[in-house]
Every structure is written in structure tokens, then in C-alpha cells.
């Protein structure tokens, strides 16, 4: 839109320099702090010459900047945003399906969203891109964070995006509906402005403001060394919050009795890494237990969908689980991908190695005693030819600590790498297994195609035969997830 017109501005806003690449692949304009602001007078100057045919893209500044007027008419939202601070960072981390973290998302979707829009009479156009921030946006549970304004604004866009399938989905038929914005049309003023109309006033939502008070009111009772009282504010916090923010407050009253009862503090951080396995992990006290399954894959698939609003809220949802499924993904971001990908697919899982330290990176159970053992090497170059002894030692080790903890059970070795060839010095005890880049990708997909089947089909009638049936056709069934695999030869001749 930007290389048609120039009479206006276009942005995009990212929440790192990692997604402005594609951007500037496109040819954009990446703005950095240094140039900012010299970037966005450049941009005004342009407009008033009606020459702007580039996108300016801002990279996390989802607050104190102003595009008003048409300096930006259409503004794009690429991915959910990110925070620069560490604290911040790593509380979004920890506490992914808290209330109070996805009230601050919220915020911060909304701040971006402000930037273009500086005024009652200001209007823009607001693209949401990037998997994570539409799976964000597409259940209610989620935007519920969101003001009224917004909510309503997003469901007018579900809307329009029903119109627009139905029409083809072209992008033809979606550069008509902007035209119809960008020229302020009569139809499209009144269709927009009844819908907003029917916003009723909301409540002031105090939860968050009070649970804010008491943190600082603990912290501030802290800092002038009344340990005492400082605990006894967050065990009053603890009481209304959910598992998630109960772990994280537990693990704050531990950091706070830590410099005067160190064992005490042990004794807590264990009960909150219980309650939240993403937290510190002390050095001893943790215990593994043992993976089991109740139910069939079936009945867990059934359980898995309804954890979504809709279809297109599962289908978003697997999206951006197979987003976090690339081999440039962090380990960290790729690991919860594939523990996501096994629960989709109905199966129970662990990540052993992430919440006990010891143990494979993933672990599936796929019936009765079979397991999965999954080592992820995801960031190992895709140009590499050869698994290397160092990462054979890890997959005997987990082979190992397997051995001792299911003693009656089997294990399937799966190491997730590009290579399919063990180096000279490299050695595995047992049989095993490797989860390349094409057999990932075909999981992938036929995970996608396996819940795009069931699409006609309400989940509350979705029978045991159907669901196997459906299975079936996608390569899914429990016999036929071996064929994902490629058996690594491990003797020498």
C-alpha cells in the first residue's frame, strides 16, 4: 500500500531488530533509537510531498512515539511484543498464563495500537501480523485484558475477516476493504460507528491496581528489613491469585527470607517450583515423578480443543506452536514447542531435563509403556553432516537415567538434528533414532491437516472412530509415528 500511494505514512511496529529483518527484506526503513525521531520528521516531510513509499518500521517502541494524522493511516502490529528490561522479561517468561501478565500484554498491544492514533478525530487502520499476537487476540480469555474499545474493535475485524473469506480471502478483496477506510467512506463511517455505539461502560477493574499496591508495599517493607511483615503482605496476595502467580509470590516470599532463614527458604522456593516448574529449581529436594497417562489419545485431543474458543482460535494457536518448531528457534522457545506439539496430538509429556535437571529435553508417552526420549539439537547448523560424540554422550545419558526411572518400560531414542551421520568417535548404547528438518516439517503439517479435518465436525460429537479415522488418514496414528524417524545405524563394521 505504501509503493501506491505516498500521500500518507505506512509503519510497522516489531518487537525486535530479528523480525525487522523481513521488513527490510521488503523494503522498508529501519528506524534505530539513535535516529528515531530524525526518522519520523523524515517521514512527515515526505507525506507532505506525497512521497512516502516506504514503510518506516519501529522496533519495540510501543510507547512515546506519535505518528498523528496521516502521518500514519495504516499501521501493522507484527508479533506480540517483547520487553526490554530483564525483570520484565523473565516475569513473562515465568508466568505465561497469568492474568497479570496478560493484562500488561494487553496494555502493551493497546500502546502500540495508540501510536497512529493521537486524537477523537485521528483514525488509522491497525494490521495484526505474526502468529503469537493473533493467537493473542483470538480467544476471549485472552483479549479479555484488553479495554471495551478494543474488544469491539477486534471483533469488528473478525467480521470483516468472515466477509472477506467469503468473498475468496484474496488480497484483492482485502485492499478494496482498506480503500474503503483510507477514502472515509459514508457506508463504512456508519457501519463502524453503530457498532461502537453498542459499547456499554465497564467496571474500572481494581484487582490489578491493589495487587500492584501490596507488591510495592512489600518490597517497600522489605528494603527497610521488616521481613516479617513484608511475607505476611504476600501471603495475603497468594490467597486470590491463580497457580502460575502463586508459585511466582512463593518464590518472592523465599527470596525475601533467604539472608535470615536460608533453610526456610529452600523449603518455599521447593512449593513454588511445585506450583510453577518454570521457576528456580533448587539444587536438591526435587523429586521426579513418574510420566502416566489417563484417557485415550483421543479423549485428550478432545480435552485439547476445548481449551480453544473456536477453530480459528486452535488453528491460530497450532500456528504458533509450529512457529517455535524451526531449527533457529531459541532452545528454550523450541523445547516448549515440541512438549505443545505432543499434547495437540493427544499424547501426555514432560520436559524431565527442564524441571528436575536430569533426563531428555522432552518426553512423550505414546501407549501403554512406549516412550518417546527427545534431545533437541534445533540450533545445531543445518549445513552439518555429523551428530558428534559429545551429543551422542547426552542421548546415553538420558538412555540412562530412563533405564532407572522405568525400569519395565521402552524407550525410543529421538535425537532432533539436521545430520543423519554419527562421527568417527561417536557412539550410542542403543537403537536410535533421529527427527530431521523434513520429518519435523511433515508432523507439522499433518497436525495442521488433521484438526483442519475436524473442522465440520462439533467436538462434542467427535467419536472415538471418527478421531482414529482422521488420524489415520494423517499418518497420526500411534503405529504410524515412527515413520517421522530415521534409525541411525550405530554399530561400526
Known amino acids: 500500500?505504501?509503493?501506491?500511494?505516498?500521500?500518507?505514512?505506512?509503519?510497522?511496529?516489531?518487537?525486535?531488530?530479528?523480525?525487522?529483518?523481513?521488513?527490510?527484506?521488503?523494503?522498508?526503513?529501519?528506524?534505530?533509537?539513535?535516529?528515531?525521531?530524525?526518522?519520523?520528521?523524515?517521514?512527515?516531510?515526505?507525506?507532505?510531498?506525497?512521497?512516502?513509499?516506504?514503510?518506516?518500521?519501529?522496533?519495540?517502541?510501543?510507547?512515546?512515539?506519535?505518528?498523528?494524522?496521516?502521518?500514519?493511516?495504516?499501521?501493522?502490529?507484527?508479533?506480540?511484543?517483547s520487553y526490554n528490561n530483564l525483570m520484565d522479561r523473565y516475569s513473562q517468561e515465568m508466568r505465561l498464563s497469568s492474568s497479570i501478565i496478560r493484562r500488561q500484554v494487553a496494555q502493551?498491544?493497546?500502546?502500540?495500537?495508540?501510536?497512529?492514533?493521537?486524537?477523537?478525530?485521528?483514525?488509522?487502520?491497525?494490521?495484526?501480523?505474526?502468529?503469537?499476537?493473533?493467537?493473542?487476540?483470538?480467544?476471549?480469555?485472552?483479549?479479555?485484558?484488553?479495554?471495551?474499545?478494543?474488544?469491539?474493535?477486534?471483533?469488528?475485524?473478525?467480521?470483516?475477516?468472515?466477509?472477506?473469506?467469503?468473498?475468496?480471502?484474496?488480497?484483492a478483496v482485502m485492499e478494496r476493504l482498506i480503500n474503503q477506510c483510507l477514502k472515509r467512506d459514508a457506508g463504512?463511517?456508519?457501519?463502524?460507528?453503530?457498532?461502537?455505539?453498542?459499547?456499554?461502560?465497564?467496571?474500572?477493574?481494581?484487582?490489578?491496581?491493589?495487587?500492584?499496591?501490596?507488591?510495592?508495599?512489600?518490597?517497600?517493607?522489605?528494603?527497610?528489613?521488616?521481613?516479617?511483615?513484608?511475607?505476611?503482605?504476600?501471603?495475603?496476595?497468594?490467597?486470590?491469585?491463580?497457580?502460575?502467580?502463586?508459585?511466582?509470590?512463593?518464590?518472592?516470599?523465599?527470596?525475601?527470607?533467604y539472608s535470615i532463614d536460608h533453610t526456610k527458604s529452600m523449603d518455599i522456593q521447593l512449593k513454588a517450583h511445585a506450583e510453577n516448574s518454570r521457576l528456580f529449581r533448587p539444587e536438591t529436594g526435587i523429586a521426579y515423578s513418574r510420566l502416566t497417562s489417563t484417557g485415550s489419545r483421543v479423549s485428550k485431543i478432545v480435552e485439547w480443543i476445548k481449551t480453544h474458543d473456536s477453530y480459528n482460535a486452535l488453528i491460530i494457536?497450532?500456528?504458533?506452536?509450529?512457529?517455535?518448531?524451526?531449527?533457529?528457534?531459541?532452545?528454550?522457545?523450541?523445547e516448549e514447542g515440541i512438549d505443545e506439539l505432543g499434547r495437540a496430538l493427544g499424547l501426555s509429556t514432560q520436559r524431565p531435563e527442564k524441571t528436575t535437571g536430569k533426563g531428555p529435553d522432552n518426553l512423550w508417552h505414546i501407549q501403554g509403556e512406549k516412550y518417546w526420549l527427545i534431545e533437541c539439537k534445533n540450533r545445531v547448523s543445518p549445513a552439518r553432516t555429523e551428530i558428534t560424540k559429545k551429543e551422542t554422550g547426552q542421548l546415553n545419558n538420558t538412555i540412562g537415567w530412563f533405564k532407572q526411572n522405568y525400569e519395565d518400560a521402552e524407550a525410543t531414542p529421538v535425537l532432533i538434528h539436521p545430520a543423519k551421520t554419527l562421527a568417527k568417535d561417536a557412539f550410542v548404547a542403543e537403537r536410535f533414532y533421529?527427527?530431521?528438518?523434513?520429518g519435523l516439517k511433515k508432523l507439522k503439517?499433518?497436525?495442521?491437516?488433521?484438526?483442519?479435518?475436524?473442522?465440520?465436525?462439533?467436538?462434542?460429537?467427535?467419536?472415538?472412530?471418527?478421531?482414529?479415522?482422521?488420524?489415520?488418514?494423517?499418518?497420526?496414528?500411534?503405529?504410524?509415528?515412527?515413520?517421522?524417524?530415521?534409525?541411525?545405524?550405530?554399530?561400526?563394521?
Not at 157 to 166: D, I
Not at 231 to 243: F, G, H, K, N
Not at 452 to 477: C, F, G, P
Request: charged share 30%; with cysteine; proline share 2%.
Open 1 to 81: 500500500m505504501a509503493a501506491k500511494h505516498g500521500e500518507f505514512g505506512v509503519a510497522a511496529i516489531t518487537p525486535s531488530f530479528g523480525h525487522a529483518t523481513y521488513w527490510k527484506m521488503a523494503n522498508a526503513e529501519i528506524t534505530k533509537v539513535q535516529d528515531l525521531y530524525d526518522s519520523i520528521e523524515d517521514l512527515k516531510a515526505k507525506v507532505k510531498r506525497k512521497v512516502a513509499k516506504k514503510v518506516l518500521v519501529l522496533v519495540n517502541e510501543y510507547d512515546g512515539v506519535d505518528l498523528p494524522d496521516s502521518t500514519c493511516r495504516i499501521l501493522c502490529l507484527d508479533s506480540l511484543p
Open 108 to 171: 502493551r498491544v493497546e500502546q502500540g495500537m495508540g501510536r497512529a492514533i493521537r486524537g477523537s478525530s485521528d483514525w488509522c487502520i491497525v494490521v495484526v501480523a505474526g502468529n503469537n499476537l493473533t493467537d493473542f487476540l483470538s480467544e476471549q480469555s485472552k483479549r479479555a485484558f484488553l479495554s471495551n474499545e478494543a474488544q469491539m474493535q477486534i471483533r469488528i475485524g473478525e467480521e470483516l475477516a468472515n466477509e472477506l473469506r467469503e468473498e475468496g480471502g484474496h488480497l
Open 188 to 257: 463504512w463511517k456508519e457501519y463502524y460507528k453503530n457498532k461502537m455505539s453498542e459499547l456499554e461502560a465497564g467496571e474500572p477493574r481494581k484487582l490489578h491496581l491493589q495487587r500492584a499496591l501490596q507488591e510495592r508495599t512489600a518490597e517497600t517493607l522489605y528494603q527497610q528489613r521488616n521481613y516479617p511483615k513484608a511475607v505476611e503482605t504476600l501471603r495475603a496476595v497468594i490467597d486470590s491469585v491463580d497457580q502460575e502467580d502463586k508459585g511466582w509470590y512463593l518464590q518472592l516470599i523465599a527470596s525475601y527470607l
Open 317 to 334: 494457536r497450532l500456528a504458533s506452536i509450529n512457529d517455535k518448531l524451526t531449527f533457529a528457534s531459541p532452545s528454550d522457545s523450541f
Open 434 to 438: 533421529v527427527l530431521g528438518q523434513e
Open 445 to 493: 503439517d499433518n497436525t495442521v491437516n488433521f484438526y483442519n479435518s475436524l473442522k465440520s465436525i462439533q467436538y462434542d460429537n467427535l467419536s472415538a472412530e471418527v478421531a482414529k479415522k482422521k488420524l489415520k488418514e494423517h499418518s497420526l496414528d500411534t503405529d504410524e509415528l515412527m515413520k517421522y524417524l530415521e534409525h541411525i545405524e550405530t554399530l561400526r563394521h
